[in-house]
């Protein structure tokens, strides 16, 4: 089971760290994704991490300004954002598999409910 939480309300240029608690299972044998959807729009690939925390892996959208990490000992995943902008607005998902870490929604295996994140102008 994952559990999202974190999101909120922000003016853009500011930041937020989303997270996602997970449950169930042993968290260090999954990789885990971050995607978000907007309103009338396809879900999309946000941000990936190993299962190590070695590896990340971002959108072009994001790179530069959205930080992917987890922390094994605590079985969670996090999103920090910064330099929000208005187009991040979105209801955010963490998706977690245990041999996949790629921008395809279909290729993961268990999601959570995701999180409302709104970025004001």
């Known amino acids: 089971q994952l559990q999202a939480s974190g999101g909120g309300l922000v003016q853009a240029g500011g930041s937020l760290r989303v997270s996602c608690a997970a449950s169930?299972?042993?968290?260090?044998?999954?990789?885990m994704g971050w995607f978000r959807q907007a309103p009338g729009k396809e879900r999309e690939f946000v941000a990936a991490?190993?299962?190590?925390?070695?590896?990340?892996y971002y959108a072009d959208s994001v790179k530069g300004r959205f930080t992917i990490s987890r922390d094994n000992a605590k079985n969670t995943v996090y999103l920090q954002m910064n330099s929000l902008k208005p187009e991040d607005t979105a209801v955010y998902y963490c998706?977690?598999?245990?041999?996949?870490?790629?921008?395809?929604?279909?290729?993961?295996?268990?999601w959570g409910q995701g999180t409302q994140v709104t970025v004001s102008s």
């Open positions: 998706a977690a598999d245990v041999s996949y870490a790629g921008r395809a929604p279909s290729g993961y295996d268990y």
């Open positions: 169930g299972r042993t968290f260090s044998n999954y990789l």
């Open positions: 991490i190993s299962r190590g925390g070695g590896s990340t």
